[in-house]
């Protein structure tokens, strides 16, 4: 019963203060987004699911095209593997830094936009 009680006091304070830090940033993110879609993105959340599928899309069509079975040996999961990272691996790599790029650019607007 003690322990229950712990439990449920340590559970309760997690979601407090996880509803605290996401109260605290909504304002910011808010206004974060209506800068994105001043420049014509899409809202963050939106463009990071949508990096999020496709690099599940991806890695579950390497995935599939690796797991061959016994026979294959340590040449199939090799060649897997390099087939792996000459299709995906640079694309992801050419993205996230896209994203980063955006994300500096909107950071350096968000701050010209607050300082008036």
Known sequence: MVRGLVL???AFGAA???ERRF???GKDVARYNTIRE???DPP???QLLSMATRAA???SL???GTSGGAGGGASGSTAGAQSGTADGGAAPVGKVGEFIGSLAKDVARYVT????
Request: glycine share 20%.
């Open 44 to 46: 963050l959340f939106r």
């Open 113 to 116: 936009i607050r300082s008036m």
């Open 38 to 40: 001043m420049s014509g």
């Open 62 to 64: 390497m995935g599939g």
């Open 57 to 59: 899309s991806k890695s």
């Open 23 to 25: 109260g605290a940033i």
């Open 8 to 10: 449920g006091t340590l």
């Open 16 to 18: 407090f203060a996880a």
